[in-house]
């Protein structure tokens, strides 16, 4: 089946980069789109939340410091120089936006750069209140598209061309392994971080053309 998701790249005179992914559902679309400093308290309030942060990094919610600095002094300034790995904000559309322009932050997407060169990490957190509505799964489906436009357009990732990505969730944390699984990850291996055991995946990737 043909994929429906938009994918959208934009650059400015000056080489800065704005993308965004576009996932349409059954009653609303999802967005993407890169972050800007007007995003920076949502993305605040989303890492604050006890909930959300539950089955995530620490578990613990993070500090407004640490996350203001990782959006303004990381992720805003890579899509400031064109660089495509880097986070976006996760919003839902009405489907009839002529008749409703009521646009929600709902979560964060993340791809990233992993740890070596060529291999991009992958992350994403969606407010609890949308959560087990399918957006999890068609959101990594859109990433994953992404990440092949990626690869098409020749984009680097630490210097080299983006060949697999990564994402690590707790064993026991079952939307994310049903997602990763579905997407077709393959578990690398298994650590221990912050007192819990840890599936490692990863996905080995292709080129797509626009
Ligand atoms: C992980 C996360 C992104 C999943 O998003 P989501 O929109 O709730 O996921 P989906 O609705 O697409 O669900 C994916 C699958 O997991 C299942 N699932 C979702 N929540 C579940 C739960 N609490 N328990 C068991 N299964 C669950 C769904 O039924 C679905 O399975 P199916 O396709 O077989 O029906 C979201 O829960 C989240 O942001 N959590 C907080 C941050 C986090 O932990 N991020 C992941 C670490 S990388």
């Known amino acids: 089946m043909a994929s429906t998701t938009l994918i959208d790249f934009q650059t400015s005179p ?10 349409p559902l059954a ?19 989303l890492f604050a939340d006890r909930e959300v942060m539950r ?8 500090p407004a410091d ?5 959006v303004m002094e990381s992720w805003i300034p890579r899509w400031e120089s064109g660089d495509p790995f880097s986070g976006m904000a996760a919003e ?7 008749a409703d322009k009521t646009v929600q932050f709902i979560g964060v997407g993340v791809l990233g750069h992993g740890d070596v060169p060529g291999v991009s ?24 598209e992404y990440a092949e436009a990626l690869i098409a357009r020749g984009y680097l990732v630490e210097g080299e061309p983006l060949r697999e990505i990564v994402a690590t969730t707790l064993v026991d944390h079952p939307a ?23 599936n490692v995946y990863f996905l080995p990737l292709k080129a797509k053309s626009d």
């Open 14 to 23: 000056a080489g800065a980069l704005t993308v965004s992914i576009t996932v």
């Open 55 to 62: 089955l995530y990094g620490t578990g613990e919610p993070r």
């Open 121 to 144: 990490e992958m992350a994403a957190l969606i407010h609890t209140k949308f959560q087990r509505n399918g957006i999890g799964l068609a959101s990594a489906m859109a990433v994953k």
């Open 176 to 198: 994310s392994n049903k997602i990763m699984q579905k997407l077709g990850m393959v578990v690398k291996t298994t650590n221990m971080r912050f007192g819990h055991r840890r």
């Open 92 to 98: 839902r559309l009405p489907l009839d936006e002529a």
């Open 27 to 45: 009653d609303a679309s999802i967005r993407f789109r890169s972050l800007v400093a007007s995003d920076v308290e949502n993305v605040c309030a």
């Open 66 to 70: 640490q996350v203001r600095k990782r």
